[in-house]
């Protein structure tokens, strides 16, 4: 069984090989689809609606598709040693698990015929599966998160269809110290903060009350390892609503789920696809505005690729936060969101830097847009009805 855990290295760099091979493919059939020659069309030889037309087109081209098809079908096999992405805590073959009668951890193989970790694999195989069937889009997901997410998050007195009356989404910029706005936030029915940001001290500026945690996996990952599973910093009894960063985090889900006291929930992947397709088409529509406008569309298309690390380019999870919102809320105000020179890229710690994977100019777009005209909004279906959004800044 370690044998089927470790795969030969000749074998790994075939697969490897393979992923860059699908994904030239997969790049060279979207431009063909566009009907683009290299020396072609450029962005001021087309109308606004062309350029549009070919920006959704583009849009809708996930060049990470291939990776994490391989990524998941090796999971789905029993391979830990994932070679598609950074390496994980698996990277030794070990998992930390906590054990019940010496209330501590210890490390375990990753060894499927191991009576420790087998139920965990199936766990993980079980959620992994489900989540990945769902990877397709469908533009009517907007209008199915109220049952999706509210109603697993609400348990205790939710209804179907019901959508909360107000929600304030609360970022984690530093431009939320340059006003006072923590009575407001806490009017809201429900306060959505995001990636365990922190409270005390800032109350002031960011108000006290928490309704629900919105994570990434990345975060579950690093709460995974402690004491009960703790990821809890608002107190146990807030519910947690996470995206799946990488798919070898459903083994973080699969033990922190069985402890957590408060929903746990997984963004279904059919509102991840949605959220991808909208932060790449407002990245490149952005983009399309500041190059060389005599420049054949598919070689600044290249140039985007270039800039953002597109197999890698994702939302923030500030943006599907706001996107959760609006699909949950009847109003939404947004507090938190942008930047100034003078502000940190975090109220609560020192990090200046942004990630090179998001695009936060292209995301605040998206969200003038949510607040005015949200009919212009790309991939959602015309039967959805947007809430207002106001974004305060």
Known sequence: MNQGVKPLFGTLLLLA????????????????????QRNGSSVSGMSSAALNETLLKMAAVDLGEAQWKLEVEQLMEGNFRNPGRK???L???????RDIKSQSFKSIPVNL?????YPLWLEFRKNLHGWWRNMRYEPDIMSDLVNLVKVPIDRNNGSVGTRYSSCAVVGSSGILLQSEN?????????????????????ERHVGSKTTLSFINSNILHACAGRDGCFCHPYGEDVPLVMYICQPIHFLDYAICNSSHKAPLVVTDARFDLLCARTVKYYSLKRFAKEVEKEKPVDEWVSEWESAHDSVYFHYSSGMQ????????CDKVSVFGFGKSESAKHH??????AELRCHDYEAEYDLYRDLADRPGVIPFISDKFKFPPVVVYQ
């Open 17 to 36: 090989a393979a992923a860059i091979l699908i994904r030239r493919v997969a790049i060279r059939d979207a431009f063909n689809s566009f009907q683009l």
């Open 87 to 89: 390496m994980t805590f």
């Open 91 to 97: 990277s030794s073959r070990t998992y930390f698990l």
């Open 113 to 117: 015929q191991s009576p420790e970790f």
């Open 182 to 202: 923590g009575e407001l936030i806490d009017s809201h029915e429900m306060v959505i903060r995001l990636n365990n940001a922190r409270t005390s001290g800032y």
């Open 321 to 328: 936060a706001v996107m959760l919102a609006v699909g949950i």
């Open 347 to 352: 109220y609560d710690t020192n990090q200046k």
